[in-house]
């Protein structure tokens, strides 16, 4: 089967959805919305830093890292 190329050469580029209510997906997944925004992750720990700041650092990142993944798997980026 030939490829089909979703594109016009444009030199501005391909998108997908005219807006955050669009719904996309990849893979044969079901088509969602714009997933919500992951908040940034911080750094709270310091040169005299504890256990405790680097653990709750860890933490925030680690969910955020799920959301993310989450996320991916939900558009089906990534297989679940």
């Not at 997933?35 to 005299?48: E, V």
């Amino acid at each position: 089967m030939a490829v089909l190329e979703r594109t016009d050469a444009n030199p501005d580029g391909t998108r997908f959805g005219q807006s955050a209510t669009d719904k996309v997906a990849f893979y044969g997944a079901a088509p969602v919305v714009q997933p919500a925004t992951i908040a940034a992750s911080t750094d709270t720990t310091t040169t005299t830093s504890t256990t405790t700041a680097l653990t709750t650092d860890l933490d925030s990142l680690r969910v955020k890292y799920n959301d993310l993944l989450a996320k991916l798997k939900t558009l089906g980026i990534i297989a679940t």
